[in-house]
Structures are given as C-alpha cells and as structure tokens.
C-alpha cells in the first residue's frame, strides 16, 4: 500500500527468508566462513543455532547458494517427523526413494548413491532447518546416516540449524553419540546498533529507494532499541511504521512512528512507563 509512496518497487521488510535481502552482519559472515571451512576440512556433522528471528534461515539458504557445481545438496526445512520418514525425504533429495521404505533398505540405498556421487567428483551435504523440532529418536537417528563413510572420509556432511533448544537436546544423555560427533558449533548474534542501520539501509536500496533515507536516525536507533538487534522483529517494526507513516502522509519515518509500532507488536522491547507514556525525571530509558 506504500511502495508509490515512498518510491519502492517491492516490500523491503517481508519476513520471509529471500536471499536476495541477505545482510552479511559480521555474525552471518563468521557463519557463512566457517560452514565452508568445515565441509572443505572434510568434517562430518556441524551445529548453527540462533535465537528466535536472527536469521538462521536465511543463512542457510545464502550457504545453499553458495555451494560450487562439485555440491550436491539435500535441504529438509520441517524435520518434525518419523526418523524412517526423516530418512525417506533425505533418498528422495538424493533421488534414490524407489525402493523398499524400510530404514535398512532405504541407508542401503542412500550409501551407495552416496558412494557413486563420491566417484563423480560430488561431494553431499545434508541441511536440516528448525533441528529443535525433530523428534528425540529422529534426532539420534542422524547418527546412521553419519557413519556412511569411505576409510578416509566422511560421504555425507550434516548441518544442524536450530534454536537453543537443540543444545538442550543433544544435552541428554541418550544423544551424547551424536553430540561427539559435531565438530563444529556456531551461535549465531544478534545485530548491534550500526549493523541494524546498515541492514535496513541496504533492505531499503534493494526495495528501489534512490534517495535520501526513509527512516531519520532517531528512527534507525527505535528500532534497534525496540527490535533489539533481532532481523526479524526489524522487519515487523519497520514494516509497520512505514504503515504508520504513509498514514499521515509522512515521506520519512520518524521516532514515533516506530513506537507506534513497537506497541502494536509481541516480542518489542516496550518501557515500564509506556502504560503511562510519563517520563519521569530522572528516569532515563534502557
């Protein structure tokens, strides 16, 4: 309803995961570096976790993106199910799924379409999205498909994405097996101040803005403040204030309209006093 108004082509600030807004914060850039060292050192099974809205999918699927012609990879983004169904989409992406379904047959089938792949030169990688979603005996179940391997490396390299809660997983005792087998770990951060500047800036230019910048500093520093440097909250709170701007007719954001937002939306950072809108004195905002 805005983008005339402001001069944009598309939303800049949708909440779904499109590379082509992928922000390279330091953090996105360390983990991006590191799942590349990882499977170039040979490294069987790596851990990307993150708190809600900071980004892992888009990590992901920038990491998938990424991937040279010697690649071939499988990408599962709702895990949440039966570990023989687990294993039944992981020979479907690697085009062995015909066959018998029960899970010896299916790893029979997966490690030797696995072996002819290592013969062509291609190397296989496994990413799973929202890894805290899994099932525990679906989660331990990975450790199968972990020992295909030749005697000097791994056939399949496997990538966890997941929230915390996929730490408190692999903390049982039941999944130690699995859990020594992850020899790469990232958590992954949340914006600072500058890069959430620089986030929407570049969101912004992607969207067609040319001009000089929809949202005022005081602007830029509410939603930081208010988002507290979570990607997605940023969209949400931006989003809506343009809303709020294009309303009175405003061509820039300002400080208020992001409050205006921040008080329309869950999980927005949001002062004890707002109730009141007082500022006390002496009292200075956190």
Same mark, same amino acid.
């Given at each position: 309803?805005?983008?005339?108004?402001?001069?944009?082509?598309?939303?800049?600030?949708?909440?779904?995961?499109? /590379?082509?807004?992928?922000?390279?914060?330091?953090?996105?850039?360390?983990?991006?570096n590191?799942?590349?060292?990882?499977?170039?050192?040979?490294?069987g099974?790596i851990?990307?976790?993150?708190?809600?809205?900071?980004?892992?999918t888009?990590?992901c699927?920038?990491?998938?993106?990424?991937?040279?012609?010697?690649?071939?990879?499988?990408?599962?983004?709702?895990?949440?199910?039966?570990?023989?169904?687990?294993?039944?989409?992981?020979?479907d992406?690697?085009?062995?799924?015909?066959g018998?379904?029960d899970?010896?047959?299916?790893?029979?089938?997966i490690?030797?379409?696995?072996i002819?792949?290592?013969?062509a030169?291609?190397?296989?990688?496994l990413?799973?999205?929202?890894?805290q /979603?899994?099932?525990?005996? /679906?989660?331990?179940?990975?450790r199968?498909?972990?020992?295909?391997?030749?005697?000097?490396?791994?056939?399949?390299?496997?990538?966890?994405?997941?929230?915390p809660?996929?730490?408190?997983?692999?903390?049982?005792?039941?999944?130690?097996?699995l859990?020594?087998?992850?020899?790469f770990?990232?958590?992954?951060?949340?914006?600072?101040a500058?890069?959430?500047?620089?986030?929407?800036?570049q %969101?912004?230019?992607v969207?067609?803005?040319?001009?000089?910048?929809?949202?005022? @500093?005081?602007a830029?520093?509410?939603?930081? %403040?208010?988002?507290?440097? /979570? @990607?997605?909250?940023?969209?949400?709170?931006?989003?809506?204030?343009l809303?709020v701007?294009?309303?009175?007719?405003?061509?820039?954001?300002?400080?208020?309209?992001?409050?205006?937002?921040?008080k329309?939306?869950?999980?927005?950072?949001?002062?004890?006093w707002?109730?009141?809108?007082?500022?006390?004195?002496?009292?200075?905002?956190?």
């Amino acid at each position: 309803m805005y983008l005339a108004h402001f001069g944009l082509n598309q939303i800049p600030f949708g909440i779904t995961p499109d /590379t082509e807004f992928f922000y390279p914060s330091t953090s996105h850039r360390e983990g991006l570096n590191l799942l590349h060292l990882a499977l170039e050192s040979g490294d069987g099974f790596i851990k990307v976790v993150g708190e809600v809205g900071t980004g892992k999918t888009i990590l992901c699927r920038n990491f998938l993106s990424e991937l040279g012609e010697n690649w071939k990879a499988a990408y599962i983004p709702n895990p949440q199910m039966e570990p023989r169904e687990l294993l039944q989409e992981v020979a479907d992406d690697l085009d062995t799924a015909t066959g018998k379904r029960d899970p010896a047959h299916v790893i029979k089938r997966i490690n030797l379409r696995l072996i002819d792949l290592a013969r062509a030169g291609k190397k296989v990688v496994l990413c799973i999205d929202e890894a805290q /979603t899994m099932p525990r005996l /679906t989660l331990e179940s990975l450790r199968l498909l972990s020992n295909l391997e030749t005697e000097k490396s791994k056939l399949l390299h496997i990538i966890l994405f997941g929230q915390p809660e996929l730490d408190d997983m692999l903390s049982a005792h039941s999944a130690r097996q699995l859990k020594q087998r992850i020899v790469f770990h990232y958590q992954l951060r949340h914006l600072n101040a500058d890069e959430v500047i620089k986030y929407v800036e570049q %969101r912004l230019r992607v969207a067609g803005c040319s001009g000089d910048s929809l949202f005022s @500093p005081a602007a830029l520093h509410a939603l930081y %403040r208010h988002a507290e440097g /979570t @990607p997605r909250l940023v969209n949400v709170l931006a989003h809506k204030a343009l809303i709020v701007a294009f309303g009175e007719g405003r061509m820039q954001v300002e400080k208020h309209h992001v409050k205006s937002a921040a008080k329309d939306t869950e999980g927005a950072f949001k002062p004890s006093w707002w109730p009141w809108q007082i500022k006390l004195p002496g009292v200075r905002d956190r």
